[in-house]
């Protein structure tokens, strides 16, 4: 049975950092890419980053750029995303995803992704 569990979300004040990480069973993490999804209240789910399959080439949304580090560790099946220098508007529930051929060339859309997870809220307010 395939799974994606995120943690390490929480509260943070402007300026800190966080690390979510997204941890995978039941299918071999090698030859799947990890994509990380926000939505916000009242807004529309919206992609954040996302790491390729094998080569560990990264993407990320323009607000992103130069916030994040995205990394696998494919022996721990588990996907990292650290976030730095949060802002207000990075308040959202963040979902990791998982797709076979998603992430090859560019940040890879929702549609892209056969798997879910059941997200993380991460709050930054001060």
């Known amino acids: 049975q395939v799974q994606l569990v995120e943690s390490g979300g929480g509260l943070v004040q402007p300026g800190g950092s966080l690390t979510l990480a997204c941890t995978t069973s039941g299918f071999t993490l090698d030859y799947w890419a990890i994509g990380w999804f926000r939505q916000a209240p009242g807004k529309e789910r919206e992609a954040v980053s996302c790491i390729a399959q094998s080569d560990g080439i990264t993407f990320s949304t323009d607000s992103m750029k130069g916030r994040y580090t995205m990394s696998k560790d494919n022996g721990k099946n588990t996907t990292y995303l650290q976030l730095n220098n949060l802002k207000l508007e990075d308040t959202a529930v963040y979902y990791c995803?998982?797709?076979?051929?998603?992430?090859?060339?560019?940040?890879?859309?929702?549609?892209?992704?056969?798997?879910w997870g059941q997200g993380t809220q991460v709050t930054v307010s001060s």
């Open positions: 995803a998982a797709g076979r051929t998603a992430c090859r060339y560019r940040l890879a859309a929702a549609r892209e992704y056969a798997y």
